[in-house]
């Protein structure tokens, strides 16, 4: 299935300047829906960031699914140092008690080049952290301004979480994407999105594709 949507991925996408490399289904879930996600996109550059969960938030909301995005709901300080794991537990519960069932997190890597990329990734299927495990590993890119500063290609990971009451916060799905075109950053963060959508309906996480095939080709 995960080799079979990309394949299907890629010939959808023709031209775009994101490419999926790799995706992963938790297999005890077939179909997921949510009714409040929270999407927090992780990049240093905060207008990307911005731009990115406003459109992100724009199509679940298209599809009558609330969403927020993490520059609403987290202080301007949150993101400027590390956090604790004591902390990212407060964030979760409280989250819960906002009545949100899920969250898109997607994060901005870089990679010297991909095959070097790709011998940095572990074995996916076997991937099952959790939210805040993922944050924490992850936040230095918020605030470190050299992040990116040595990489010539840039690679992204987007993860849907389950913050749903008895179950873990769960991880459901995990796409890892190639962005080709950095430079160009609203046609790179339009493609990345159309790709995360199209992957998601395929997986029946969220977009349907019965209901919502016409919206996800015009947007």
Known sequence: MKKALTLVALLFMGCSSSELVDNWKNPDIIIFDANKVLVVGM??????QEEFETKMKRHFSKRGVEAM??????????????????ELDDVEQSLLDKDFDAILFTKILGAENKETFRKEITDIDNFNAKFKDDYISHQDIYYDENYYDEYKVYHAETSLYCICVGKERQLIWRGII????PSNTKKAIDDYIKLVVFAMEEQDLIFHKETDEEDSTNL
């Open 69 to 86: 995005r993490s520059v609403d709901l987290f202080d301007v300080g949150f993101t400027d140092s590390e956090r604790s794991e004591e």
């Open 178 to 181: 190639d962005i080709t075109d």
């Open 43 to 48: 990049t240093a550059n905060s207008k990307a």
